[in-house]
């Protein structure tokens, strides 16, 4: 009888415990703004791709990928401002499958910077020497969070990459443009 009384109390708990889990608090939804900036929506996919829901004027589109359109540029004019808005969508845990978007300086060694990102995870995945090749860059997001920046493009015209720098993600392709012209 006394056993029959704690194993009630254990399974309760794990039922508390698994209403605790399952109770994911809402994500505060940013109110879209309608400050007349042009606002970029990416998601960052399994696939490892930054995707967008849907062809736009500025915007390189390819083939699709999962449900999306590959994203492969945005086009901008010198000092345009831009707000991009990062999420993350995953089947998997965020150790596994997390994006960032980080935009870098013309010249820079994407490889290198990668490659050095990788041993990064206390800083968020970007290299700290390479920190100042950053011209802006999102958080390191998992599955359902999103990030917004908002910065002015580089007035020197130019190809601008961004990449994701989750290990793998640069070899993976989850790379772009940032057409400046
Ligand atoms: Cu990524």
């Not at 999306?68 to 999420?87: Q, V």
Request: charged share 20%; proline share 5%; aromatic share 8%.
């Amino acid at each position: 009888m006394k056993h029959l009384f704690i194993y009630s109390i254990f399974i309760s708990l794990i039922f508390a415990l698994a209403a605790c889990g399952g109770e994911t608090p809402e994500q505060p939804q940013e109110e879209a703004v309608d400050d007349g900036v042009r606002t970029i929506e990416i998601i960052g996919n399994d696939d490892m791709k930054f995707v967008v829901r849907e062809a736009a004027e500025g915007l390189v589109t390819g083939g699709a990928s999962g449900q999306h359109l590959l994203l492969e540029a945005i086009e901008a004019s010198p000092g345009e401002e831009i707000r991009i808005r990062l999420t993350t969508v995953s089947n998997l845990p965020p150790a596994a499958m997390s994006h960032n978007l980080a935009l870098v300086e013309l010249g820079t060694d994407l490889d290198a910077f990668a490659r050095a990102s990788i041993t990064a995870r206390d800083n968020d995945y970007i290299a700290p020497e390479f920190e100042d090749r950053v011209i802006v860059t999102t958080r390191m997001l998992g599955n359902g969070e999103t990030d917004t920046i908002t910065f002015n493009a580089p007035e020197e015209p130019g190809e601008y990459d961004y990449v994701c720098t989750f290990p793998g993600h640069f070899a993976g392709g989850m790379v772009g443009k940032l057409i400046v012209q």
